[in-house]
């Protein structure tokens, strides 16, 4: 699966980004999503997964209440709507996949290591 992100910029904190993954080379339904981030000198987090039917959804503590992660299986897309930025949401966002075929998100997809397919970064900065 060959993923690309893109939709980050530069927002004041308050305001909203919608980013975008698009998956090509594999069905994408067939694919768990999820979407980490990486802030300078920090690990990289989860921040969300999605199952592969999209019926089942999983968030950060951090983001939940905030971000929203969906998919369009028919355009091959992943998307993360991220509301109410804070200046700690700044960070390059990776969308990831994992190809399983599944209704359910494992603990694993909530780790780096539960991805076999990685997209590259796309950088949100949220200004104070």
């Known amino acids: 699966v060959q993923l690309q992100a893109y939709g980050g910029g530069s927002v004041q904190a308050g305001g909203s980004l919608r980013l975008s993954c698009a998956a090509s080379g594999r069905t994408f339904s067939s694919c768990v999503m999820g979407w980490f981030r990486q802030a300078p000198g920090k690990e990289r987090e989860f921040v969300a997964a999605?199952?592969?039917?999209?019926?089942?959804?999983v968030y950060a503590d951090s983001v939940k209440g905030r971000f929203t992660i969906s998919r369009d299986n028919a355009k091959n897309t992943g998307y993360l709507q991220m509301n109410t930025l804070k200046p700690e949401d700044t960070a390059v966002y990776y969308c990831?996949?994992?190809?399983?075929?599944?209704?359910?998100?494992?603990?694993?997809?909530?780790?780096?290591?539960?991805?076999?397919?990685w997209g590259q970064g796309t950088q949100v900065t949220v200004s104070s």
């Open positions: 990831a996949a994992d190809p399983v075929r599944s209704s359910v998100l494992l603990l694993s997809h909530r780790e780096v290591h539960g991805y076999h397919y």
């Open positions: 999605i199952a592969s039917s999209g019926g089942t959804l």
